[in-house]
């Protein structure tokens, strides 16, 4: 697909937050086969065309002064008209913007709207809604960001140097007498006219929804804040950024040592709290030896001058000059903590993102999206906005307990990446354009070449939206042909909504949707049975996966080591993180089986596996007779079986962390015990973990499995606990089910 991306400013004159956002997004979007291009105005009087690492970039004039009427919003600029013009030339498959400024705003989106362009819009600021641009009312307290006019009018007024008291009372004057300011002197009936632009504004914000496909939040604040001013929830995204940095874990390091560097990136302005920051160090003894690091740019030339004289006499604290990107990332990863000490409601900052990815924890102030990212005594600490003191509180703590540092090292997970949001970005793209993804230049599908490298199964149930995640996942993998199966097990079945993206081609995958008996094994052994691949690859269907080669890696492996099935790596939630490398010590197959774990970073023959994450030969599939389909209903304990069988007729199993997923666990769907939406009786819960139980737990462990994996999924449930009218019930379909349990035990595939 083409696709322009519209941003009020961009390279090389800036290199903002969104700028960066957008160069990284554009540049993954074209990893994934879009054609992106990058148009932004610029303060000249004609347009320019120039490549941005690699991506076309139109820049239109806008111009550096303005009339009043386009100013203030009542009449559109002639940048609208120029970007129109040059849509209509591109024949773009949509535009998405990534700004709400005079340059490139509401009448943008409604001119390329109107030209017949489908359009989304991504809010990276408050700007839209905050006159302050900070949703501090006041300066002081936290806004809602809704657009009311009397209360915006007056924050506004306050802003310009009036007491509260005084700007409520114009405030409520210029909201009765709309056109009170309207014969006033320039300066005075501007600010009187302010309550006439606000209801302009609101009524424009209300027309951009109705003009836009979906409208995406970086973070949950501002979705609140576009949901308050009336954005329809149906069009609502949010959607976090991320970093270009990828996204594996950062090495933590296990060693205590003491705080010496400490340091801030950014603009170097007041609303990034920097002389904030400055202040609390200033306060602490010189004998603290530590050093606070400033890399920035000025925004403000008096701001920077107050800045200069304010730490000119601590030795501690220095200026540095910016640098390239790569050097940043150097810069960052010797620091051991990173001050993000900003007096308004951050929509990230991306800067974050960066910090975790070099391993460094950070200290925020506690409000906007520096809130939602760090998750405090975890990855980071808060301090209370706007507080010297508490600042100063917990820079000592930090020096003299420098463990603390280690512990939040440790405590950092993966990075969120620009490729985790372009990704996230090409799947609300399909959802609004399936017939642009039906074709593919791309390695060619099984029923065209003869050759079909693997068969991806995908049982799913109640995850729809789970689901979309993983086809799109499925979409951009590379270097293999083959064919997903999904297995949908939903009553009633799954709308074209979910599949019609995807119908004709699946990335370099056949798109197969068929309807079997209820149960995940069952569906599993169905799809095993009409699949055409070599190798069979079982995903659960809330797992991500990251790298475009995955699919191509189970190939690589099974073509390396003359296995009969690998088990990939899988790592859960809240952090997703890695194991070591060491090598378990298990002794036998069931203790293998039972603890082995799949978020290791070790590789080598084990005897386990999980369906969440594994691949099988076909042949050898066939040879075990694939899972037992006595284990019905829940089917805890069917992978386990089948790897002890494997293993008993000499199979051998390959653990590759390389192929590794994000396996999401979502509480509902997926046939979870505690999900009320569970179809299956309570005979039929249970009957599987009895098979198990009498089929292959050595008698030393009987005991601990009949409690941990019998009774914990059952009468001790969390949901079940909290229900005692259901015990009884509970108890007869256990006793029913250790019955059966036993019987079907004997009757080995």
């Not at 991506?55 to 550096?64: D, K, N, S």
């Not at 990863?333 to 990230?348: F, I, K, N, Q």
């Amino acid at each position: 697909m083409k696709i322009v991306c519209v941003v009020g400013w961009y390279y090389p004159e800036s290199s903002g937050g969104s700028e960066v956002y957008v160069a990284g997004l554009v540049r993954e979007l074209r990893r994934l086969g879009h054609e992106p291009l990058v148009a932004a105005p610029h303060n000249a009087d004609a347009a320019r065309a120039y490549e941005h690492e690699g991506i076309p970039v139109y820049r239109y004039p806008a111009g550096a002064t303005y009339r009043r009427a386009e100013a203030f919003g009542r009449r559109p600029p002639a940048s609208a008209e120029i970007l129109t013009r040059w849509l209509r030339a591109t024949r773009p498959d949509l535009v998405h913007f990534h700004s709400w400024t005079h340059g490139a705003g509401y009448w943008h989106v409604r001119a390329a709207r109107a030209a017949g362009f489908r359009v989304f819009l991504t809010f990276h600021t408050a700007s839209a809604f905050c006159a302050r641009g900070t949703m501090k009312r006041w300066d002081r307290v936290v806004c809602d960001g809704e657009i009311r006019i009397a209360r915006c009018a007056a924050c506004y007024f306050h802003k310009r140097g009036l007491p509260r008291a005084l700007a409520w009372t114009l405030a409520g004057a210029a909201a009765q007498l709309p056109t009170l300011g309207a014969r006033m002197p320039d300066r005075f009936g501007t600010a009187l006219r302010y309550p006439r632009s606000l209801a302009l504004r609101r009524r424009q914000i209300g027309e951009t929804w109705e003009a836009c496909e979906r409208v995406i939040g970086v973070c949950q604040w501002v979705c609140d804040a576009l949901a308050r001013n009336g954005c329809p929830r149906s069009k609502l995204v949010m959607m976090r950024q991320g970093c270009d940095t990828p996204a594996e874990r950062p090495p933590a390091r296990s060693t205590v040592r003491p705080l010496r560097r400490i340091g801030f990136l950014g603009r170097l302005d007041h609303v990034k709290g920097v002389m904030l920051l400055t202040s609390a160090v200033k306060r602490l003894p010189l004998s603290m030896d530590f050093s606070l690091e400033l890399k920035g740019i000025p925004q403000d030339e008096e701001y920077y001058r107050a800045l200069v004289a304010e730490i000119a006499d601590d030795p501690r604290i220095h200026l540095l000059e910016p640098s390239s990107p790569a050097a940043v990332k150097d810069w960052l990863a010797e620091l051991d903590l990173l001050v993000v000490p900003s007096r308004w409601m951050e929509t990230g900052p991306l800067v974050i993102y960066e910090a975790f990815a070099a391993g460094v924890p950070v200290l925020g102030a506690r409000q906007g999206g520096i809130r939602e990212l760090i998750e405090e005594n975890v990855n980071g600490l808060l301090f209370e906005p706007g507080s010297v003191a508490d600042l100063v509180r917990i820079l000592r703590q930090i020096h003299a307990q420098p463990e603390v540092l280690t512990r939040l090292r440790q405590g950092i997970g993966r990075t969120r990446s620009m490729r985790d949001v372009a990704r996230e970005t090409d799947l609300l793209y399909r959802e609004h354009f399936p017939k642009a993804f039906r074709t593919s230049a791309l390695t060619p599908p099984c029923e065209e070449t003869g050759s079909c490298d693997v068969s991806v199964i995908v049982p799913t149930f109640r995850r729809h939206a789970a689901l979309r995640a993983l086809l799109a996942d499925l979409s951009i993998q590379r270097d293999v042909a083959g064919e997903a199966i999904v297995m949908d097990q939903n009553e009633p079945p799954l709308g074209p909504e979910i599949f019609d993206p995807w119908t004709d081609r699946l990335g370099r995958l056949d798109l197969r949707v068929h309807r079997r008996p209820r149960g995940v094994v069952a569906a599993r052994n169905a799809a095993a049975e009409i699949a055409r691949g070599r190798i069979l690859v079982f995903l659960d269907d809330d797992v991500r996966i990251e790298s475009p080669r995955f699919l191509a890696g189970y190939v690589a492996a099974f073509a390396r080591d003359p296995v009969d099935a690998v088990c990939g790596q899988e790592r859960v939630p809240p952090r997703f993180d890695e194991g070591n490398a060491v090598a378990p010590s298990l002794a036998t197959p069931f203790e293998q089986v039972m603890f082995f774990p799949r978020n290791s970073r070790w590789r080598g023959e084990v005897c386990a596996l999980s369906t969440c994450n594994c691949a099988i030969r076909a042949e050898s599939w066939r040879r075990v007779r694939g899972l037992d389909p006595g284990f019905t209903g829940n089917s805890y304990g069917d992978d386990a079986d089948l790897v002890l069988r494997l293993i008993g007729k000499g199979g051998r199993i390959l653990f590759e962390p390389a192929l590794s997923v994000n396996h999401f666990k979502s509480p509902e769907g997926g046939l979870r015990l505690a999900d009320r939406a569970n179809p299956w009786s309570e005979a039929e819960k249970y009957v599987a973990a009895w098979i198990f139980f009498w089929r292959h737990v050595p008698g030393a462990w009987k005991p601990w499995y009949f409690w941990h994996g019998i009774l914990r999924k059952s009468l001790l449930l969390r949901a079940n606990a909290r229900r005692p009218w259901r015990w009884p019930s509970i108890l007869g379909g256990l006793l029913i089910a250790a019955a059966r349990g036993r019987r079907a035990a004997a009757r080995i595939p």
